[in-house]
């Protein structure tokens, strides 16, 4: 079981970014999405999530610039980042709690983060 993020990078301010993470496995179903992000010489914080039942929710400083999306058939979640500003350089990573099929038990999966880097 892992998950495998994609689509971080450099970009100038105002520029924009499409994050992706795919879990892979022995999985019954996704219970819950989300991202996270760890700026520099900061602890890691929320960015936005899907909780089990509830729609997406996002951390104050989103500010309408951040869209968070699912292909739950694919086990996919997305961010797209728009109108990003330097204070948005961080690690981001994304974060999955599964089903793990035909065990009757919840997992809690961890990417391993991708660098997003806003500087002009």
């Known amino acids: 079981l892992q998950l495998a993020e994609s689509g971080g990078g450099s970009v100038q301010p105002g520029g924009s970014l499409r994050l992706s993470c795919v879990a892979s496995g022995d999985i019954e179903s996704v219970l819950e999405m989300g991202w996270y992000r760890k700026p520099p010489g900061r602890l890691r914080e929320l960015v936005a999530e899907?909780?089990?039942?509830?729609?997406?929710n996002y951390a104050n400083f989103v500010e309408g610039r951040f869209t968070i999306s699912r292909d739950i058939e694919k086990n996919t979640v997305y961010l797209q980042l728009s109108n990003l500003k330097p204070e948005d350089t961080a690690v981001y990573y994304c974060?999955?709690?599964?089903?793990?099929?035909?065990?009757?038990?919840?997992?809690?999966?961890w990417g391993r983060g991708t660098q997003v880097t806003v500087s002009s």
């Open positions: 899907f909780r089990q039942g509830q729609s997406a």
């Open positions: 974060r999955q709690i599964v089903k793990i099929a035909n065990s009757g038990r919840n997992r809690d999966f």
